[in-house]
């Protein structure tokens, strides 16, 4: 089945750094990457995915790289604020059809960004 | 506002007890999932129904048992709790594609 390893644990950066979160994959057949940051109590929210078939996407300060060959994903944060404080999380899927797999995720990031 | 639902938000209850968390999906949802999360973990998949049947088993106990309803509203049952089973359950929804969007969670506490 498929695994999802994350790293790192924890996270420091100053305001207006930028911030790298990795995860690797086990399963080759998956090719559909999530990334959800979730507060503290509350749900995890999607905030950028990636598919098997697309090397990298951006959405404003926050992109997603991929290395399918290496088997590893990764999110970065440019500029960031104290809003981006959160625990971030990653997984994997393998998707077909309309049933979907199910979600693989990572351990968790825990993002602290200091003012 | 996602648009899945999760009732109750709170739940306390006894060691040995038994209870049902519902979840509601967004509309047009076919695909429900559940997860648990403890505390300071990670996000641990239970369980997937597909238009009314189970398509996908993660790490649920045989105390835990769940459903999916003709209206695609699902049921999560847990029976003989223990302490340990004291954590935020997750429900979330999918369409045809990959993505899944949460609901607002239940978080048990076993007493």
């Known amino acids: 089945g498929e695994n999802v390893e994350q790293h790192p644990s924890t996270l420091s950066v100053q305001e207006g750094d930028s911030a790298v979160i990795k995860c690797t994959y086990s399963d080759s057949a998956s090719n559909y990457f999530p990334w959800y940051k979730q507060e503290l109590g509350k749900r995890p929210q999607l905030i950028i995915d990636?598919?098997?078939?697309?090397g990298e996407k951006k959405d404003q300060r926050i992109a997603v790289t991929l290395n399918k060959t290496a088997k590893h994903f990764s999110l970065h944060i440019t500029e960031t604020q104290p809003e981006d404080s959160a625990v971030y999380f990653c997984a994997a899927i393998y998707a077909v059809g309309g049933s979907q797999g199910n979600l693989i995720f990572g351990k968790g990031t825990k993002l602290s960004v200091k003012p | 506002d996602s648009g899945v639902t999760q009732t109750p938000k709170h739940l306390i209850t006894a060691t040995g007890q038994r209870v049902t968390l519902r979840c509601s999906p967004r509309s047009g949802d076919l695909s429900v999932y559940w997860y648990q999360q403890s505390l300071d973990q990670g996000l641990q998949f239970l369980i997937q129904?597909?238009?009314?049947?189970?398509?996908a088993k993660g790490n649920i106990l045989e105390r835990f048992s769940a459903q999916q309803f003709p209206d695609l509203h699902s049921e999560l049952n847990l029976s003989s709790l223990e302490l340990g089973d004291s954590a935020l359950y997750f429900c979330?929804?999918?369409?045809?594609?990959?993505?899944?969007?949460f609901g607002p969670g239940t978080r048990l506490t076993v007493l």
């Open positions: 979330a929804s999918s369409e045809g594609g990959s993505e899944q969007f």
């Open positions: 990636i598919r098997s078939n697309v």
């Open positions: 129904y597909y238009n009314g049947e189970e398509r």
